[in-house]
């Protein structure tokens, strides 16, 4: 099999180049090689007693959880325990990690039986989150926490938000159509497209008979709150427009 610009190269020098690229993507460059081959080992390409990713996958779920809960504690200083958890929530989330995994070439790098990689493996959200989070185990296991910390600070810093995180835009858009038009809104899932491990949403909003916000997420959760911050806005909108 010809891969893409690669002619005819052996598998071997092809999975070093995606290993190498996967390390500058990360920013980080192994002491210990074989870490990383181990967190790109899904079960079904370890043969008899060789490790896989699934140790590493336990440990970098752990530290995943701590860096993003530290690094939201710094950057919405202000936010309370509820907040800064449904925050975490919609970062740490199979979805997310295995679009991150995507970003930074893990799929390319798995190594799969070839029944799995024949159905798919590369692209399935449970694999890439799993060996996403065991490179971030073989990262901590390799140098420690604070270079783990590092990586995944500036994988995620762009995905946390400011103050504005803290709004519920349903919430409040239950509270004002129903004083406002003694309704409550009602969210329509009108379309979604997308891979698996990418999957755009979206959902459009009627309160009393009236379409008011059409809203955009990588989530259902995303595109419903979307579409709740574009009925605010038009609401809002219209009632200066009366004044």
């Known amino acids: 099999m010809l891969w893409?610009?690669?002619?005819?190269?052996p598998a071997r020098a092809r999975s070093e180049d995606d290993r190498a690229d996967l390390e500058r993507r990360l920013n980080y460059t192994f002491v210990r090689p074989e870490l990383l081959r181990i967190a790109l080992t899904h079960p079904s390409a370890a043969v008899g007693a060789d490790a896989h990713y699934e140790r590493l996958e336990f440990l970098g779920d752990a530290v995943l959880d701590l860096a993003i809960a530290d690094l939201l504690?710094?950057?919405?200083?202000?936010?309370?325990?509820?907040v800064l958890s449904k925050e975490r929530a919609s970062i740490v989330n199979g979805r997310t990690l295995a679009a991150k995994a995507q970003d930074i070439g893990i799929g390319r790098a798995l190594r799969l039986g070839k029944g799995e990689d024949k159905s798919g493996g590369r692209d399935k959200v449970s694999i890439l989150a799993a060996s996403f989070e065991a490179v971030l185990g073989a990262i901590y296991t390799d140098s420690g926490l604070g270079p783990a910390q590092r990586v995944i600070e500036g994988l995620f810093a762009d995905d946390i938000g400011?103050?504005?995180?803290e709004r519920d835009y349903?919430?409040?858009?239950?509270?004002?159509s129903y004083r406002r038009f003694r309704s409550q809104p009602v969210y329509e899932l009108v379309a979604s497209r997308g891979p698996d491990h990418a999957k755009m949403f979206t959902t459009r909003i009627?309160?009393?008979?009236?379409?008011l916000g059409v809203?955009?997420?990588?989530?259902?959760k995303q595109s419903e709150q979307a579409a709740a911050r574009a009925a605010l806005d038009r609401i809002e909108n219209e009632k200066l427009g009366h004044r």
């Not at 809203?215 to 259902?220: C, F, H």
């Open 162 to 165: 400011g103050p504005s995180t």
């Open 4 to 9: 893409p610009d690669q002619g005819s190269r």
């Open 73 to 82: 504690m710094r950057r919405l200083p202000e936010a309370k325990e509820g």
């Open 215 to 220: 809203g955009e997420g990588g989530s259902k």
């Open 206 to 211: 009627r309160i009393a008979g009236r379409d």
């Open 170 to 176: 349903k919430t409040e858009l239950q509270e004002i």
